[in-house]
């Protein structure tokens, strides 16, 4: 289990810290949200912040949660936001196959003095402080349930429409979508201070450094030769 999650926080980098300087960090590397750079500013969300992503509160991130909030506080989605400006604005991304938080790991992470989000007992190692991208979404339909007269979200974006429609596996969107609201939680920066550390190196879009603009114009390559500049 442990070499399988080493795995997947090393795949879904590079800003993993492996190290873990910042305590926060439930593994080397974490699950987290994309979101279009303009939108987070909108919404006072800097590169590499922490935030809570919440859906319809009538059901999610489970029923009843407002009267039980032991385990409301491990099943609400905590992550950090990275800016991607290839996500359309109004829409956001999250990857589905990272270890959300269980009971167990919020415990660990909660009590022990390093944060590792893992169970004490079993060993599981969860990639989210708390929840996962599953704290914003319903469960699944099968497609034959879905009628002509159902209403459901259509492909992409925040279009409601009813009926069949191709990729559209369940009401709430292809595969797993959901209408969020985004907050931001805590500052990006090494325990909760200042930008996150890729951003003050220059790494991060919208706050690129010479050598990165000149690296992402190509700027390191001689035309020519092929060789390095």
């Known amino acids: 289990m442990r070499d399988l999650t080493d795995q997947i926080a090393v795949l879904f980098g590079p800003f993993g810290d492996i190290y873990r300087r910042d305590r926060r960090s439930p593994w080397v590397g974490e699950g987290y949200v994309d979101i279009n750079p303009d939108d987070a500013r909108e919404l006072g969300i800097d590169d590499g912040d922490y935030v809570w992503i ?3 509160p009538s059901d999610r991130p489970f029923r009843g949660w407002q009267k039980d909030r032991k385990n ?23 990857w589905f ?6 009971p167990g ?28 991208h599953q704290s914003a979404t319903r469960g699944w339909l099968k497609p034959t349930w879905m009628t002509d007269s159902l209403v459901r979200k259509g492909l992409f974006g ?10 559209v596996h369940c009401p709430t969107g292809a595969p797993r979508e959901s209408i969020v609201r985004i907050t931001r939680a805590e500052p990006g920066g090494l325990e909760g201070k200042g930008r996150w550390r890729p951003v003050e ?9 010479e050598a990165m603009r000149r690296y992402l114009a190509g ?11």
């Open 72 to 94: 409301a506080a491990f099943s609400r989605l905590l992550c950090r936001a990275r800016y991607y400006p290839g996500t359309p604005r109004g829409v956001t991304r999250m």
């Open 158 to 167: 925040q279009e409601i429409g009813k009926g069949f429609l191709p990729d």
């Open 97 to 102: 196959n990272m270890y959300g938080a269980t």
């Open 201 to 209: 190196l220059g790494l991060r879009p919208r706050y690129e450094s």
């Open 54 to 56: 919440d859906s319809d």
């Open 219 to 229: 700027g390191f390559i001689d035309a020519g030769t092929g060789k390095e500049g």
């Open 105 to 132: 790991s919020h415990e660990g992470h909660t009590t022990r003095p390093d944060g590792l989000a893992r169970n004490p007992r079993t060993g599981y190692q969860a990639m989210f402080r708390s929840g996962s």
